[in-house]
């Protein structure tokens, strides 16, 4: 029975590619050390791939002669974990995870047959959550305000079978 064969190597510049990753992750890296989060910056310094990008080159030079200084407002980058609410999937700030849990905790309340001032109050005591018009501003805010979108489920691995 005959093999099918390889394909024919073609010329794909492979090396030009991994270069051109390469410069894009310290490029990412330094918007992130621009905005005062130098994370990033420190794990690809502390990593294998080679430093092919100038403006990072130049970034740290200046910092060693002028010294580093962090914006007075430092972002820092959202470490999402999944959340469910309403039946859909969210990725959320760790940050704000907490947040979230209340909120769907009142939602759950209500379901039960709970108002919604009762389950408020209910829910603020339980997660210490200070004042309660704090909670209920929360719960009336839109998902847009959250800059939340359902997490899009596009079917891609449904046909992969995981053999243990």
Do not use: C
């Amino acid at each position: 029975m005959n093999d099918p064969q390889p394909p024919a190597p073609d010329d794909t510049d492979w090396e030009a590619e991994d270069e051109s990753y390469v410069w894009h992750q310290w490029e990412f890296a330094l918007d992130w050390a621009h905005k005062g989060d130098y994370r990033p910056l420190a794990e690809l310094l502390g990593g294998d791939l080679p430093l092919n990008n100038r403006s990072v080159r130049d970034w740290l030079a200046d910092g060693l002669v002028r010294g580093l200084k962090k914006p007075l407002k430092v972002k820092k980058r959202p470490d999402y974990v999944s959340f469910e609410m309403d039946g859909k999937h969210f990725h959320i700030d760790k940050r704000d995870l907490k947040r979230f849990e209340a909120m769907r905790r009142v939602k759950e309340l209500q379901a039960g047959g709970i108002g919604k001032e009762a389950a408020i109050d209910r829910v603020a005591s339980e997660h210490g959550i200070e004042d309660a018009e704090t909670l209920k501003r929360w719960l009336d805010r839109t998902r847009e305000h959250w800059g939340l979108s359902p997490a899009r489920y596009d079917h891609m691995f449904d046909g992969v079978k995981i053999e243990k």
